[in-house]
């Protein structure tokens, strides 16, 4: 009984506060077992000690021989550092100044990162973590660190692991749902901003079934990730594909995949042709701003001079610039400006500059040159300055261009040839539900080429349409109107007169269509029969030169048909046609044919038309599409003797699962040209991994094929690689007909350069 009063006496007045072996103890309630030696608090106790470690738990047990604080349940520690703990069941050794625990506890350092522990020991003196075990560290960016050593420095702020296997979650890795971007290593020093591992392995690609080696990894003997200048350093890194070695480099660096742009190596390629021999390059991306960039590559070849190509990009306020070049025995420069701006009355307005000059006229084929702005398939350079402004009822065009040809010597006269100004002004005049509408345009144009031959126009037109209206209660019909006025200079062309000379010109025309409709059991026909009455007074210069108009299913029902602002097709014709669709749940076919009957022969209008003659080509389009994988398309051109084509237009485009298959046939004869090729083209596209691709064009005038391009890339998650085999068939003074290889190789994301921002 004596005891008992004994106990309830010391725990009422050792209630609030105790200090012991410089220990602060606060807690509800205070015990003490005299047979244990033990001080018991309970309710809220907080415990500090001398270096400012605060200890809260719920129940502790102090035994004041051994200086030990033991907790019971749910336990949280704040340390000198501002390092925070959470556990059950933790021993405080003042003794030796240790905290220990051989259950789970979680630790929150300064940085945000999170630590999940087996057991832990904490040194209070050292302000020092150990533990052994399965460990995992979760960062401030969701990276995941699995370890099985681990040593927290709190004064350094240094965590060092061993046995690493890092698993990043950022999104910025993750440029495809597959990536699965991971670091294994020996061991891992991770303080402040930066990450250093030992004898590590990276890689980007997700996992593969049986354990299966990555498509790619980089291996070092070091690895660093500078998260603040997210930059990854290696030390004797490897780049291994499929496990193979590739390259191998004593230094590198690289942005890590959160960066979308940053100076620095992209991956080379290596070709090799007959006219240039075996070739390599490796271009060096320097970013010079969220705005701008640079693209260095040099290019060199066994059998010719180097080249030395660079691209410079900048983005402005609603505007663009790309410089495109290169260096060498031929070189070549490019340059395109872009701006586009909405004026105040809502207008879209679009301004350009364009440059192009070129050493050799073969230099963009020689060295097979493919950029943004320059093609090796070019044979006509275009610099112009353009101007261009649109709303609702205006436009206008204003251009000056001089055009430099590329084909072989002896085929112009003159390179060169000039358009400056060439203007084009069009206004809508009115719209009404009474008299239709009316559009007005104008175009000025200033044409000087084979040195000294020039034809400068200035054309205005008067396009009228009548609102449609309906005759005997079936028969849609509409009144069209044009007037044309052309003026013009011309020196040494003999299509033109010498002295000044105003024209005028006149078309009226009466276009009639019928609409005839029968469904039954889900199939749909549609047919509309259609005539043009067209008439303009018989005065027209005479046309020497056919410039290669023709007309089409979709400009043989307009007045005007050829789309020249120099021409203008006079006399009385009709034209005849009609326009026919089917259509059921899966299949779609159309059919439009129009074919001119001329009052008269008109030998002023260009021979290529067929206009001259009293009867026109039967011209036409048809289109079949049997389901969502098949399509047929064709356009012809029947002579007016119904027997020979004059022009056939044959394409195919068809999908059978990964398969594609594409084919157009174009002949033409007599009037309209001399052609006569097909062109092929198969691609298989095996689960979005490879993909095979074969493309020729065979010329059957010649009999000859023009090139083969055989290709075949490999693609996934994380890798792309690719090899294109080209045979090539043109000859030249300067080219010969040549087997080229070029192969190339993509690591996701290293070879991604994303385009400069916009500067706002």
């Given at each position: 009984m004596k005891n008992k009063i004994l106990i309830l006496f010391l725990t009422f007045f050792l209630s609030t506060t105790v200090l012991a072996d410089n220990l602060e103890i606060q807690s509800s309630t205070v015990t003490i077992d005299k047979?244990?030696?033990?001080?018991?608090?309970?309710?809220?106790?907080?415990?500090?000690?001398?270096?400012?470690?605060?200890?809260?738990?719920?129940?502790?047990?102090?035994?004041?021989?051994?200086?030990?604080?033991?907790?019971?349940?749910?336990?949280?520690?704040?340390?000198?550092?501002?390092?925070?703990?959470?556990?059950?069941?933790?021993?405080?050794?003042?003794?030796?100044?240790?905290?220990?625990?051989?259950?789970?506890?979680?630790?929150?350092?300064?940085?945000?990162?999170?630590?999940?522990?087996?057991?832990?020991?904490?040194?209070?003196?050292?302000?020092?973590?150990?533990?052994?075990?399965?460990?995992?560290?979760?960062?401030?960016?969701?990276?995941?660190?699995?370890?099985?050593?681990?040593?927290?420095?709190?004064?350094?702020?240094?965590?060092?692991?061993?046995?690493?296997?890092?698993?990043?979650?950022?999104?910025?890795?993750?440029?495809?749902?597959?990536?699965?971007?991971?670091?294994?290593?020996n061991s891992v020093k991770i303080e402040d901003q930066k990450t250093n591992f030992d004898k590590a392995v990276f890689t980007m690609c997700g996992y593969r079934s049986n354990d299966k080696c990555p498509p790619w990894s980089m291996q070092a003997s070091g690895?660093?990730?500078?998260?603040?200048?997210?930059?990854?350093?290696?030390?004797?890194?490897?780049?291994?594909?499929?496990?193979?070695?590739?390259?191998?480099?004593?230094?590198?660096?690289?942005?890590?995949?959160?960066?979308?742009?940053?100076?620095?190596?992209?991956?080379?390629?290596?070709?090799?042709?007959?006219?240039?021999?075996?070739?390599?390059?490796?271009?060096?991306?320097?970013?010079?701003?969220?705005?701008?960039?640079?693209?260095?590559?040099?290019?060199?070849?066994?059998?010719?001079?180097?080249?030395?190509?660079?691209?410079?990009r900048q983005a402005f306020k609603k505007s663009k610039l790309i410089l495109d070049f290169s260096a060498g025995e031929k070189s070549h420069q490019f340059l395109q400006f872009v701006k586009n701006f909405t004026g105040k009355d809502g207008s879209k307005n679009d301004l350009r500059f364009s440059l192009q000059q070129i050493s050799h006229d073969k230099t963009l084929k020689l060295y097979k040159i493919n950029t943004s702005l320059a093609n090796k398939e070019l044979d006509m350079l275009e610099n112009y300055l353009s101007f261009t402004r649109d709303n609702e009822n205006f436009f206008l065009s204003v251009n000056a261009t001089v055009f430099e040809t590329l084909k072989q010597e002896g085929t112009y006269s003159d390179k060169y040839e000039y358009v400056l100004p060439d203007v084009i002004l069009n206004k809508n005049l009115f719209s009404s539900s009474k008299f239709g509408n009316a559009e007005m345009t104008s175009h000025l144009n200033f044409h000087n080429f084979d040195t000294n031959k020039f034809a400068n126009f200035f054309m205005n037109d008067l396009d009228w349409r009548s609102n449609n209206f309906v005759n005997n209660k079936f028969i849609n019909g509409r009144f069209l109107g044009k007037i044309r006025n052309i003026n013009y200079d011309a020196k040494n062309i003999s299509d033109y007169k010498t002295k000044s000379t105003h024209e005028l010109y006149g078309a009226l025309g009466y276009l009639a269509e019928v609409d005839f409709l029968k469904e039954k059991n889900n199939n749909s026909h549609y047919l509309t029969p259609k005539v043009l009455l067209r008439y303009a007074p018989d005065h027209m210069r005479k046309q020497k030169i056919d410039d290669g108009n023709t007309i089409d299913s979709s400009t043989v029902f307009s007045l005007d048909r050829l789309g020249a602002y120099n021409s203008f097709e006079a006399g009385a014709n009709a034209t005849l046609g009609f326009d026919y669709k089917f259509k059921n749940l899966d299949k779609e076919f159309d059919l439009s044919v129009g074919q001119i009957i001329n009052e008269k022969e008109n030998k002023n209008m260009p021979s290529t038309s067929s206009l001259d003659e009293k009867l026109s080509d039967l011209v036409g389009s048809a289109n079949l599409q049997i389901n969502e994988n098949l399509n047929f398309n064709y356009d012809f051109a029947v002579d007016q003797n119904y027997r020979d084509i004059n022009l056939s237009d044959f394409g195919m485009n068809y999908t059978l699962g990964t398969l594609k298959f594409n084919f157009n046939y174009l002949q033409t004869n007599k009037h309209i040209g001399d052609e006569d090729y097909f062109t092929t083209e198969i691609a298989f596209n095996n689960k979005e991994k490879s993909l095979f691709a074969l493309k020729t064009k065979r010329n059957l005038i010649t009999n000859s094929a023009e090139y083969y391009n055989l290709s075949y890339e490999y693609m996934n998650d994380c890798l792309k690689a690719g090899i294109v085999y080209r045979r090539e068939f043109y000859e030249d003074s300067e080219l010969e007909p040549e087997n080229s290889l070029m192969f190339k190789i993509t690591l996701v994301p290293f070879g991604r350069i994303d385009s400069p921002e916009l500067v706002q």
């Open positions: 047979k244990s030696k033990l001080t018991i608090f309970k309710g809220n106790v907080v415990v500090m000690d001398a270096k400012k470690n605060k200890f809260s738990t719920n129940y502790a047990e102090y035994n004041k021989e051994l200086k030990l604080l033991v907790s019971k349940g749910k336990t949280n520690i704040i340390t000198s550092e501002g390092f925070s703990l959470t556990g059950t069941d933790m021993i405080f050794d003042n003794q030796n100044k240790i905290i220990r625990s051989n259950n789970d506890v979680l630790i929150n350092d300064l940085e945000n990162n999170q630590i999940f522990l087996e057991k832990f020991e904490y040194s209070t003196k050292n302000n020092f973590f150990r533990s052994t075990g399965n460990i995992k560290l979760i960062d401030s960016r969701d990276n995941a660190y699995n370890f099985s050593q681990i040593y927290i420095d709190e004064k350094k702020r240094e965590i060092i692991g061993t046995d690493i296997k890092s698993y990043i979650n950022e999104s910025g890795f993750k440029l495809d749902e597959r990536n699965s971007p991971r670091i294994f290593a690895m660093l990730h500078d998260k603040k200048k997210k930059t990854i350093y290696y030390d004797n890194a490897v780049v291994k594909v499929y496990d193979f070695p590739v390259f191998y480099f004593p230094k590198i660096s690289h942005p890590d995949p959160s960066v979308k742009r940053r100076s620095g190596f992209l991956l080379p390629t290596f070709t090799n042709s007959k006219n240039l021999g075996a070739g390599f390059q490796i271009p060096y991306f320097f970013d010079l701003g969220g705005d701008k960039d640079f693209t260095f590559t040099p290019k060199t070849f066994v059998s010719e001079t180097p080249l030395f190509l660079g691209e410079y």
